[in-house]
C-alpha cells in the first residue's frame, strides 16, 4: 500500500522509510521555505497584536474624552446637586468578611444580624460645590 515517490529516496534494503525519517528528510529539502513561512506567520501575528492594542489603546482613550471638551477628563466628575446615599448592603468578595464595627452598625441600625458575605455601607451626602462644603451646617446659602 505504501509506495515510495520518486522525491522519496528508497533505503537500501528496500523496505519503505519510516514516517520519522521521511518528515526529516522533507524538513532537511524544505528549511529554507519553512523558516520563510514561519518568519511570514510570525509578522502576521505581530501585525494583528499591534493592531488590537492600538484599538484598545483608542478605546481606552475614548473612555477618557469629556463630552464638552473643556474639563479635564480624568479627573473625577462632580455632581452638581448634593445629594444624600443611604445606607446600604455590598456584597464582599470571596473569602472576606465584615469587621466588627460594621457589624456592630448595622445591629444598631436594623437590630438584625449583618448577612454572612456583605458589609454595612453608612449613608452619607456627596455632590454639591465646595462652598457648600465649607459653608457651616444650618447657615442660609
Do not use: C
Amino acid at each position: 500500500m505504501t509506495e515510495s515517490t520518486p522525491s522519496e529516496p528508497t533505503p537500501e534494503d528496500g523496505e519503505p522509510a519510516s514516517f520519522a525519517e521521511t518528515a526529516k528528510t522533507w524538513v532537511k529539502k524544505h528549511k529554507t521555505k519553512i523558516g520563510v513561512v514561519g518568519a511570514a506567520v510570525g509578522l502576521a501575528v505581530v501585525g494583528v497584536a499591534a493592531r488590537l492594542s492600538e484599538r484598545q489603546a483608542a478605546e481606552d482613550n475614548e473612555d477618557y474624552e469629556s463630552t464638552s471638551g473643556s474639563v479635564d477628563a480624568r479627573q473625577p466628575r462632580e455632581p452638581s446637586v448634593l445629594h444624600v446615599v443611604i445606607d446600604h448592603l455590598r456584597t464582599l468578595p470571596d473569602g472576606q468578611h465584615a469587621s466588627e464595627e460594621r457589624r456592630a452598625a448595622y445591629k444598631d441600625a436594623t437590630g438584625e444580624d449583618l448577612p454572612t458575605g456583605q458589609t454595612h455601607v453608612s449613608g452619607t451626602s456627596r455632590g454639591g460645590s465646595p462652598e457648600e462644603d465649607e459653608a457651616p451646617h444650618g447657615a442660609a446659602a
